[in-house]
């Protein structure tokens, strides 16, 4: 089992900051990708950006040069500093995990529980 425990959500005013973590735990041999996505009341949920362990990371359109992701392999963890932060921006963010259990099985998605983004004045 994976688990995602994410933190760093909250209320801030356009123009703000805000520093979003996700750490992964549990019995897994290895981490292919990790990322963020979103989803905003009345919107299917939407890639915000992600990065695979050899590769580039991607970034959604309407975040570009506001967001960064960053991840520190060795503790499993991934971080979205969100700045210049916009009303349009508000939803609820989900970490994403791409792992695998065993070097025998396949790749498989995990999601955190969601941590509200709101921004609004």
């Known amino acids: 089992q994976v688990q995602l425990v994410e933190s760093g959500g909250g209320l801030v005013q356009p123009g703000g900051s805000l520093r979003l973590s996700c750490a992964a735990s549990?019995?897994?041999?290895?981490?292919?990708?990790m990322g963020w996505y979103r989803q905003a009341p009345g919107k299917q949920r939407e890639l915000v950006a992600s990065?695979?362990?050899?590769?580039?990371?991607n970034y959604a359109n309407p975040v570009k040069g506001r967001f960064t992701l960053s991840t520190d392999n060795a503790k499993n963890t991934a971080y979205l500093q969100m700045n210049s932060l916009e009303p349009e921006d508000t939803a609820v963010y989900y970490c994403?995990?791409?792992?695998?259990?065993?070097?025998?099985?396949?790749?498989?998605?995990?999601w955190g529980q969601g941590t509200q983004v709101t921004v609004s004045s």
């Open positions: 990065r695979y362990s050899i590769g580039s990371t």
């Open positions: 994403n995990v791409r792992a695998r259990r065993s070097r025998s099985s396949g790749y498989e998605d995990y």
């Open positions: 549990g019995s897994f041999v290895s981490i292919s990708a």
